[in-house]
């Protein structure tokens, strides 16, 4: 008898910096603020300060897929600056990867949110450093977390209707993403983990 499939761990994930880019826009020049996920296993949204990110590292490496916006060329490559490991082992899927492959460009979270689920973002990338400088960390962990929301939300959209939408010059438009293969299981010999937890 087969053994039932378990379920694909999946983890939403979204940081926010403390800084600003820098003249040659190096994100290793950024440092952490907060991390946020949301983890399919729990159904429970969480945050991880730098110092909380000891707590991040066993969830993340029991992951079976990293989803996010901006995250293979932002968050991953910046939290991989405070892990032992190498977080690029995982398997990923980068929606904005994903909508540049299709469309030859980059876009805005905010635009394909608005035009695909009818809900724009709680704040900007600026924002967020201004007011983790001011000690405002609530509202940064909150804006980090309602990120994350939204791309659980795209991400979830593309796997069930197989595109998303955005707002061009001359109105909605619609872009196909391919999806089906996303959560299918990778080969069992393939080790994507980089540390033993």
Not at 56 to 78: K, T, V
Not at 158 to 175: F, K, M, N, Q, W
């Amino acid at each position: 008898m087969t053994p039932p499939k378990r379920p694909v761990r999946k983890i939403t994930l979204d940081i926010e910096t403390t800084g600003e880019f820098g003249p040659n826009n190096d994100v290793l020049a950024l440092d952490l603020a907060i991390a946020c996920i949301h983890d399919s296993a729990t159904g429970e949204y969480s945050s991880f300060t730098q110092e909380e990110l000891p707590r991040l590292w066993p969830i993340l490496e029991s992951a079976d897929l990293l989803i996010g916006y901006n995250s293979d060329h932002f968050d991953i490559p910046i939290l991989n600056k405070y892990y032992s490991g190498d977080l690029t082992h995982i398997r990923s899927i980068d929606l904005l990867k994903e909508v540049r492959a299709v469309l030859g460009r980059r876009l805005r979270m905010d635009n394909i949110a608005e035009a695909t689920l009818g809900k724009k973002k709680s704040g900007n990338g600026a924002q967020a450093v201004k007011w983790w400088n001011e000690g405002r960390f609530d509202e940064v962990r909150a804006y980090c977390i309602d990120d994350v929301r939204i791309t659980l939300e795209l991400y979830d959209y593309v796997r069930a209707h197989g595109s998303l939408r955005y707002t061009d010059y001359d109105g909605v438009r619609e872009i196909k993403i391919r999806a089906a293969d996303w959560e299918k299981p990778q080969d069992a010999g393939a080790l994507t983990h980089t540390l033993p937890f």
